[in-house]
């Protein structure tokens, strides 16, 4: 069985592989393999023919290969794309039988389940060496107010900068508004949009990053820990600006009755496009969310934080990937809110809206969010292409006033190379 890099990991921790998870999500499928090094891959036959090979695609996703009927001649000419994956054996393609090798593939070390037989090692980016690809870390020595968005972009695993088509990376970074438009242009103003957003060490003594030394916080506020230079209360930082709803937007949370969400207003966004590897079939991502709105629940001036994938996902009404198993996307109304604290007994009843609270506000210290509320640490996945240019958008914004600050914190972005990814958020909780 082919990795499904870091997720095995991660959604075994999260109590996820194989059975029923929290939110949304389905079981986890078995790991699927991507075809051993001679290029036969799942579900594909190979014979040989004269000068080449034939392979006929009985499961043409498994195989990589395109084909409605009849099969792919490969190992034809070494200027021919066999199969169809945009490299020739001259422009370095390894095994122009199987799509999902090339040099624009991610070389994914095997995982093997107790009892299975370690698979063949693969050379998926023709590197001649296989199964070397280690997960990066990119983000040492980068200052907290660090104002270039590619280091925003490395602080959450996103290191490898892409060259061109055949080549998967950051394509692009900016900041922007909710609604993708530029900052602020005003010397003030534009000052206060950058507040709002940091590459933090962590937030508080018991947050920490869940990969590399740094994670990126965006804010309606500050995106700054108490001790942090520029730190202002998320009591009510007025930076003093508004923006347009991203698109989506409003949401209705579905436990408020008529709530319509106001207009953004001191909002703080990042836009990454990115080219994926062509085995790449989705991707996953650390998100956490602190709200000083606790506990005013079903409220017009509740804050939102996002994350916007373009294109959207074809299940999907719009492109906004991160809601809980109501569809209620990121704010004091999500059933993911649990680092609080009742008064009384558990569970807190706030205006119809149960809060169960099991995480106490440990994870709240040091962070000027003390005696509010957070979700701990969730995972988001969604599906992709292979060598599809998306852009994923995260921010953060006050609904319809200048108060009562929110932060979300993104790290750890992964690929997944596995089949049938969905757009899900999980609770993948870190013992304290």
Not at 84 to 92: I, K, V
Not at 339 to 355: A, H, K, L, R
Not at 359 to 366: D, K, P
Not at 395 to 411: M, N, P
């Amino acid at each position: 069985m082919r990795a499904w890099l870091n997720f095995f990991s991660v959604m075994t921790a999260a109590g996820c592989l194989g059975m029923a998870c929290t939110g949304n999500i389905g079981p986890v499928l078995d790991l699927v393999g991507s075809g051993g090094a001679d290029g036969g891959g799942d579900g594909a036959s190979a014979a040989g023919s004269g000068g080449g090979t034939t392979v006929t695609t009985a499961t043409t996703a498994d195989a990589g290969i395109t084909a409605s009927t009849g099969s792919v001649a490969c190992g034809g000419s070494p200027e021919d794309d066999a199969d169809g994956d945009g490299f020739s054996e001259l422009q370095g393609d390894c095994d122009d039988c199987n799509a999902r090798i090339n040099p624009n593939a991610i070389d994914l070390p095997a995982v093997v389940a107790d009892g299975d037989a370690a698979p063949e090692p693969v050379d998926d980016d023709c590197n001649g060496i296989p199964d070397d690809y280690v997960p990066e870390t990119c983000d040492d020595g980068l200052a907290l107010d660090d104002g270039d968005p590619y280091n925003a972009a490395k602080a959450v695993e996103l290191c490898k900068r892409s060259t061109g088509p055949g080549d998967w990376g950051v394509v692009s970074a900016k900041w922007v508004m909710v609604d993708g438009s530029p900052p602020p242009r005003e010397d003030e103003l534009r000052a206060n949009f950058h507040l709002g957003h940091g590459l933090l060490s962590g937030f508080g003594p018991n947050v920490k990053p869940r990969a590399g030394t740094r994670l990126l916080a965006l804010s309606s506020g500050t995106a700054r820990q108490q001790q942090d230079e520029g730190f202002e209360s998320p009591t009510g930082f007025d930076k003093g600006y508004e923006s347009d709803f991203p698109p989506g937007f409003p949401k209705h949370p579905r436990h408020c009755g008529d709530l319509v969400p106001a207009k953004p207003s001191d909002p703080t966004a990042i836009e990454i496009t990115l080219r994926a590897p062509s085995n790449a079939r989705g991707f996953s991502f650390h998100v956490k969310y602190a709200t000083f709105d606790w506990p005013y629940v079903c409220n017009d001036f509740n804050d939102y934080f996002i994350a916007l994938l373009s294109p959207r996902p074809a299940d999907l009404i719009d492109g906004h990937i991160l809601f809980d198993d109501r569809s209620n996307a990121m704010s004091i109304n999500n059933a993911f809110i649990d680092v609080c604290n009742c008064e009384g007994d558990s569970p807190c009843d706030t205006d119809g809206m149960q809060y169960d609270c099991h995480r106490g506000t440990l994870e709240l210290l040091g962070t000027g969010f003390e005696n509010r509320a957070a979700t701990s640490w969730l995972l988001t996945t969604a599906p992709v292409e292979p060598n599809q240019e998306i852009t994923i958008r995260w921010g953060a914004f006050d609904s319809g006033d200048h108060e009562l600050d929110s932060t979300g914190l993104v790290d750890n972005w992964r690929w997944i190379t596995e089949e049938d990814v969905r757009v899900v958020t999980v609770e993948d909780r870190p013992a304290l």
